[in-house]
């Protein structure tokens, strides 16, 4: 059951733009929700994170909007920059199972010099 | 402060055997949670452990099973294995049982299991 979903595959933004990964969840119980980055060969690091009481948390160049009517989130990266190409995960957690983490299928960005 | 470890890094095994990975959570860290990447699936939640016992577990067979010891090291074994179970095994511990309080899991590099 794909309860967090990632559609976009992949997204190739040029240097200094803005990338916007899309993240759609299907459990409204949910109510805490993360973003991790994956390099190859690593394991993911957490990026940034929101809780269902907010419907915007900011961090550097990162920004996570929540909007809980249409169970979505995105994660903005402002100007994007070449070390940030990675595979972002989506995660999201409720308190009603004792909170495991569910994980998108994650999304690929490229960002061209 | 050492991350989490996890053993082997690599692995072939053919189909039909069973296969024990390890992982060393991170020190003071008692839950520890193990995931199947794959590609296109993202991360499958297999199950998670916190002080020796089996708090939550996802939608897997029983071929796939786990423990955690008193260390709170923890191993997971898939036993028959298959085809479909060749990906990449990660685990990730945390330091609190309220996700909400400590916000994020760490994982380690992970365990590439190929089944041939």
């Known amino acids: 059951d794909q309860q967090v979903k990632q559609n976009s595959p992949s997204l190739s933004v040029q240097e200094g733009r803005i990338s916007i990964l899309n993240c759609d969840y299907t459990?409204?119980?949910?109510?805490?929700f993360l973003w991790y980055k994956k390099y190859p060969a690593e394991g993911p690091t957490f990026l940034i994170s929101?809780?269902?009481?907010?419907d915007k948390n900011e961090d550097g160049r990162f920004t996570v909007f929540l909007n809980k009517s249409a169970k979505h989130l995105s994660l903005h990266i402002v100007p994007s920059q070449p070390g940030d190409s990675a595979v972002y995960f989506c995660?999201?957690?409720?308190?009603?199972?004792?909170?495991?983490?569910?994980f998108g299928a994650g999304t690929r960005l490229t960002v061209k010099p | 402060k050492a991350g989490v470890t996890q053993t082997p890094r690599y692995l072939i095994k053919t189909r039909g055997q069973q296969v024990t990975l390890s992982c060393s959570p991170i020190s003071g860290h008692r839950s520890v949670s193990w995931y199947q990447q794959t590609p296109g699936q993202g991360l499958q939640f297999l199950f998670e452990?916190?002080?020796?016992?089996?708090?939550n577990k996802g939608n897997f067979p029983g071929r796939f099973s786990g423990r955690q010891f008193s260390n709170s090291r923890s191993e997971m074994n898939v036993s028959t294995l298959e085809l479909g179970d060749s990906a990449l095994y990660l685990c990730?511990?945390?330091?609190?049982?309220?996700?909400?309080?400590?916000?994020?899991?760490?994982f380690g590099e992970g365990s590439r299991l190929t089944v041939l």
């Open positions: 459990n409204s119980m949910f109510d805490y």
């Open positions: 929101i809780s269902s009481i907010k």
């Open positions: 452990y916190f002080s020796e016992t089996q708090r």
């Open positions: 990730a511990s945390s330091l609190s049982r309220e996700w909400a309080v400590a916000g994020e899991l760490f």
């Open positions: 995660a999201a957690s409720s308190p009603y199972n004792n909170n495991d983490m569910r």
